[in-house]
T-cell receptor, first 114, second 116 residues
Framework: AQSVTQLDSQVPVFEEAPVELRCNYS??????LFWYVQYPNQGLQLLLK??????LVKGINGFEAEFNKSQTSFHLRKPSVHISDTAEYFC????????????FGTGTLLAVQP | GAGVSQSPRYKVAKRGQDVALRCDPI?????LFWYQQALGQGPEFLTY????????KSGLPSDRFFAERPEGSVSTLKIQRTQQEDSAVYLC??????????????FGPGTRLTVT
């Protein structure tokens, strides 16, 4: 079975500072990896995904993530955050196949302060 | 184009009532998913449809939960005899298909169910 761990439940950061949100996964088979963002009272929006190929993945809003197979990690980074980046961020994995269901972590609240 | 829509956005039910939650996926999307998101948690998979076929219902928590997608488009999640532990946000997502190039799932805004 697959699982996702997001160790940080909340990450406070000042505006224009860099940020890293950590994600580790567990799986005995190859996985696809995703980061979603959820603003208050809204659904989830895909930030970026890793399916195959280059391990450095760039997404929307200036976010990027690096897939590290040996560390089983997929950390999300942004060099300079804005107030508008304040939201809940979810890491998710999928093994693809017939169902392709997503397995989510518990989320990290990114709180950007002025 | 239009995204995934869900209705109602908010639902309050008394314990023991039946509820029906509706999902309108993006037109042409073959795959449809339902997730349950409890307060402060990540979404958890409930069930999956490929067109009208329900291929995976391993996440449905009890036989009080039932989902259908009779014409391969709109889907309804029904909860019978609601219990307080059913209180959560129910998210619907759709994707173009099930091949690697079409894996991205697009989420609706969710239905917040409160059972009193």
């Amino acid at each position: 079975a697959q699982s996702v761990t997001q160790l940080d439940s909340q990450v406070p950061v000042f505006e224009e500072a860099p940020v890293e949100l950590r994600c580790n996964y567990s799986s005995s088979v190859s996985v696809y990896l995703f980061w979603y963002v959820q603003y208050p009272n809204q659904g989830l929006q895909l930030l970026l995904k890793y399916l195959s190929g280059s391990t450095l993945v760039k997404g929307i809003n200036g976010f990027e993530a690096e897939f590290n197979k040996s560390q089983t990690s997929f950390h999300l980074r942004k060099p300079s955050v804005h107030i508008s980046d304040t939201a809940e961020y979810f890491c998710a994995v999928s093994v693809g196949g017939a169902t392709n269901k997503l397995i989510f972590g518990t989320g990290t609240l990114l709180a950007v302060q002025p | 184009g239009a995204g995934v829509s869900q209705s109602p956005r908010y639902k309050v039910a008394k314990r023991g009532q039946d509820v029906a939650l509706r999902c309108d996926p993006i037109s042409g999307h073959v795959s449809l998913f339902w997730y349950q998101q409890a307060l402060g948690q990540g979404p958890e998979f409930l069930t999956y449809f490929q067109n009208e076929a329900q291929l995976d219902k391993s996440g449905l928590p009890s036989d009080r939960f039932f989902a259908e997608r009779p014409e391969g488009s709109v889907s309804t999640l029904k909860i019978q005899r609601t219990q307080q532990e059913d209180s959560a946000v129910y998210l619907c997502a759709s994707s173009l298909g099930w091949t690697e190039s079409s894996y991205e799932q697009y989420f609706g805004p969710g239905t917040r169910l409160t059972v009193t």
